[in-house]
């Protein structure tokens, strides 16, 4: 191999494959970003920026550990984006809420939050609110919300500038990232590594290869040996004007970025590949606003889109190594966000398999092969 080949090829550059490629070059390694086409269903691009703890792995503790362990670590890693990137991302982790209109469902949602309590222990935290505590907390908030949970560890970034900060950090790191450069195929090359092959026709060549590439990786993971069938889940989104008083709260469903703008969202729909807004859908979302937070029907909405996320079988993060191809690696969630801090940081150790590598094996793509012969 070319000594100026780039020792890992990640095909991704969305946030998950910026993340892990900026982990490996603050470990030393040299890393080549292949970013894919305009075209592709791009998940970093319409992501709500979400930095969001509640709920998850409350029947999974792996999970429930794992994000635990990103949440605490997102100060930091902002801080050390900053310093690379020059960019704010504007990170806001005060806490956020989860808001209810059915007694039954706060109910359930409570017991699920015990649950991952009971995973976490001291570190997590929660409480569930009454609607009408919750309206003596917070002034405004619509007379048929029932309560809410609420947790002080989650929060939000922007989420198009953290998309930007991660590349220039990347960059700044020493990484190369290139642009429109959709991968076709992925081809094993005995006992020297990949060839990667690109839609253009060139070719390239590579000592370790990490698929990062969303809902791109579907085609390509199938070819390195790997079984995990990648899914999309569509969610769509309403933008507010930009507000110059702040909204008093952050939900999983109602957040207001740095800029001013609202942003309404939270929807899952299993749609195949199709990213088109839907009016009845959309009308929901504004309703569900307003049901939460009356003072937003004064607010116009000047934008509406859809995005389709990444979902793994069991909607879990994925983390595997090929069992037929050595040096080809599966990273795969949903919540990359959330997850940005440890991608960017231990997760290199377990790439490289060193001594300080964090036990990922409950999230190795055995556990569908194992589900399924059950």
Known sequence: MNRTDPEITIV??????????????????????LDGADSDARASQGNFGLVWGQGKGWNFAPYARWTSEALAAWPDFARRLADLSGI???????????????????????????????????????????????????????????????????????PLRFLRALRSAVVAAGGRVEMSAPVAKIAPVTGDGFDVLMASGQKRSAQKVILC??????????????????????????????????????????????????????????????????????????????????????????????ALRVMSPDGYPVYARSAHHPGAYLITCHSGVTLAPLHATVLADWIESTSAAPDLEAFDENRFTISNAA
């Not at 550059?13 to 080549?32: K, N, P, Q, Y």
């Not at 005060?94 to 209109?101: A, C, K």
């Open 213 to 306: 590439a969303g809902l791109g990786a579907a085609t390509l993971a199938a070819q390195l040996g790997f079984a995990t069938q990648i899914r999309p889940q569509r969610g769509e989104l309403l933008i507010t004007e930009k507000l110059g008083d702040r909204l008093p709260f952050l939900s999983s469903t109602i957040r207001q970025v740095d800029e001013g703008g609202v942003q309404i969202g939270g929807t899952k729909a299993d749609a195949g590949l199709d990213d088109r807004e839907t009016l009845d859908v959309m009308t929901g979302l504004a309703r569900h606003a307003v049901t939460v937070f009356p003072a937003l029907a004064d607010v116009r909405v000047v934008r509406a889109w859809s």
């Open 88 to 158: 704010d991302v504007a990170l806001d982790q005060t806490g956020g809420f989860e808001f209810f209109t059915d007694a039954g469902e706060m109910d359930e949602f409570a017991g699920m939050l015990a649950q991952q309590q009971r995973h976490l222990g001291n570190q997590f935290s929660h409480e569930m609110l009454s609607g009408d505590d919750l309206r003596a907390q917070i002034p405004g908030i619509g007379p048929d919300v029932v309560g809410a949970s609420f947790s002080r560890h989650d929060g939000h970034v922007n």
């Open 12 to 33: 991704g550059g969305g946030v998950v494959g910026l993340s892990v490629a900026l982990g490996l070059l603050l470990a030393g390694r040299r890393v080549h970003v």
